[in-house]
């Protein structure tokens, strides 16, 4: 055994979508100056030399949403003009904040809800609180996600960024919350199921048929929103 193996190491699927460290630090250049010369513009490298994902931020919380799922959300908000938008998963609490913060600037009334297993990773500040409510669950228990019932005016964006459970969460949510023009987001997880469980992906899909419709205008526009954008099917809706 090597004197360097460590004596528990974690497993880094914990850390799958997440990122090691729910805190924004500006990043950091190790192979380069930040001030470079012009007199030497044309060498300059033509990478931005630090992951970018791990650098999206909204006020200093870390977001993990690229600038394409970002510029998504902006023109579906901007359609849907939610009244209640809950998100499973909240991580760092940025994207409540930035859901929050948007739908304000836009000028629509909508609260913001994060439901989450483990909310110590929480970083709103209590001055960031308004409009959002955080609710204590798991994905794995439906019964804990019965009081975002008393939450869900309509139009409700729901998006699962917990990633656990999805299609019972999906088929609970559908039953139990979702309205016709409502919205039911997977983010991240499509491209891998649909890579490793094709079959079972499309079936699993498939039983919501009549149910949800996949939403064209958006569901091509990012990979993080991949395929993963539906939405409760009944109301005829504008380019249909
Ligand atoms: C990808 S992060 C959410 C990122 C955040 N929505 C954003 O856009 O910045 C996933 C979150 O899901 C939570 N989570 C994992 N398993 C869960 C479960 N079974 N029920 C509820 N939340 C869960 C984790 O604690 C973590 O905070």
Redesign the pocket.
């Known amino acids: 055994m090597s004197e360097n193996f460590r004596k528990d190491y974690l497993d880094l699927n914990a850390f799958r979508?997440?990122g090691e460290d729910p805190a924004y630090t500006l990043p950091q250049l190790v192979d380069r100056p930040r001030a470079w010369p012009l007199s030497r513009w044309a060498e300059a490298p033509r990478d931005l030399g630090f992951n970018d994902f791990l650098n999206c931020q909204w006020k200093g919380l870390?977001?993990?949403?690229d600038p394409e799922t970002q510029s998504a959300y902006h023109n579906l908000l901007w359609e849907l003009r939610p009244r209640t938008i809950i998100?499973?998963?909240?991580?760092?609490g940025?994207?409540l904040v930035w859901f929050r913060d948007l739908t304000r600037l836009m000028g629509i009334d909508c609260k913001v809800i994060g439901?989450?297993?483990?909310l110590t990773?929480n970083r709103i500040p209590a001055s960031e609180m308004d409009n959002i409510t955080l609710i204590e669950?798991?994905?794995?228990d439906l019964s804990t996600l019965e009081p975002l019932l008393a939450h869900a005016d309509q139009p409700v964006l729901l998006?699962d960024?917990?990633?656990?459970?999805t299609f019972n969460v999906m088929s609970w949510a559908t039953t139990r919350l979702l309205k016709p023009g409502d919205y039911f987001i997977i983010e991240?997880m499509i491209q891998f199921w649909d890579r490793y469980s094709p079959k079972l992906l499309a079936e699993y899909l498939a039983s919501f048929d009549g149910v949800l419709e996949m939403d064209m205008l958006y569901a091509n526009t990012c990979p993080q929103l991949q395929r993963g954008v539906f939405r409760r099917s009944g109301v005829e809706q504008q380019g249909a």
């Open positions: 979508g997440l870390r977001l993990l949403k998100e499973l998963g909240i991580y760092s940025a994207s439901f989450d297993k483990n990773r669950g798991d994905c794995n998006i960024d917990a990633h656990w459970n991240d």
